[in-house]
């Protein structure tokens, strides 16, 4: 065999352990969630695992990945051959962070999906997804968060303090955020704040609602 492209595709989905453990727990809160024909942008795809699970189990909607990375293209394209996903596109080269998104020629956002995402960059893509759920999101569509949050007026689990200054350790710009900060940002951007999920191992499904 004589380059890597020429692996099979099974060989090039790569997976997080992370991934793994949440992909079943979100795919319930998203099928409850999730209008039967949505059209559903993913913020940081990724290896590809969590697109090409909720495209095999919600097979009407449309999901379109997005990585800052196109050297994650391989694996999430990779997923999508190996699932036989025909609801998922080819992934989108999107940095959050930036005022225009690549989203092609796309004309209508039911949801925005950022899964693990905001607290392993910048603030600057927290804010960015906010602006972009503003701009390209669909009246009453989504902006769907998940990962560890911070609330006020909530006592922290010691274990998300604990993750909080390990990924302060590793980028003085990481960290998890304050979910209330989030939400006042939200209300400028015509977002309301729906529902907090409570989720395994101490994370939450945030959903805001386009107004």
């Known amino acids: 065999m004589s380059s890597k492209s020429a692996l099979p595709d099974n060989l090039l989905c790569k997976k997080t352990q992370a991934?793994?453990?949440?992909?079943?727990?979100?795919l319930e809160v998203l099928k409850k969630e999730l209008s039967i024909n949505a059209t559903v942008l993913e913020i940081g795809s990724g290896t590809g695992q969590h697109a090409a699970t909720f495209c095999t189990y919600l097979p009407t909607i449309d999901w379109i990945p997005s990585d800052f990375n196109r050297g994650s293209f391989?694996?999430?394209?990779?997923?999508?051959?190996?699932?036989?996903?025909?609801?998922?596109?080819?992934?989108?080269?999107?940095?959050?962070?930036?005022?225009?998104w690549?989203?092609?020629d796309v004309n209508r956002i039911s949801a925005i999906v950022a899964i693990n995402v905001i607290h392993i960059s910048s603030f600057d893509v927290t804010l960015g997804i906010l602006n972009g759920a503003n701009k390209y999101l669909d009246k009453g569509g989504i902006l769907y968060f998940y990962g560890p949050f911070f609330q006020n007026n909530v006592e922290a689990k010691e274990s998300n303090k604990v993750f909080d200054q390990y990924l302060r350790n590793q980028n003085e710009c990481w960290g998890i955020r304050t979910l209330d900060e989030i939400e006042v940002l939200a209300k400028d951007r015509s977002l309301r704040l729906d529902k907090i999920i409570q989720m395994p191992k101490n994370n939450l499904s945030v959903i805001f609602q386009k107004n």
Not at 19 to 26: H, V
């Open 19 to 26: 991934a793994e453990s949440n992909k079943n727990a979100i």
């Open 102 to 104: 690549n989203i092609g």
């Open 74 to 100: 391989e694996s999430i394209t990779s997923w999508k051959k190996v699932v036989s996903a025909e609801n998922m596109e080819p992934p989108r080269l999107i940095d959050a962070a930036s005022p225009n």
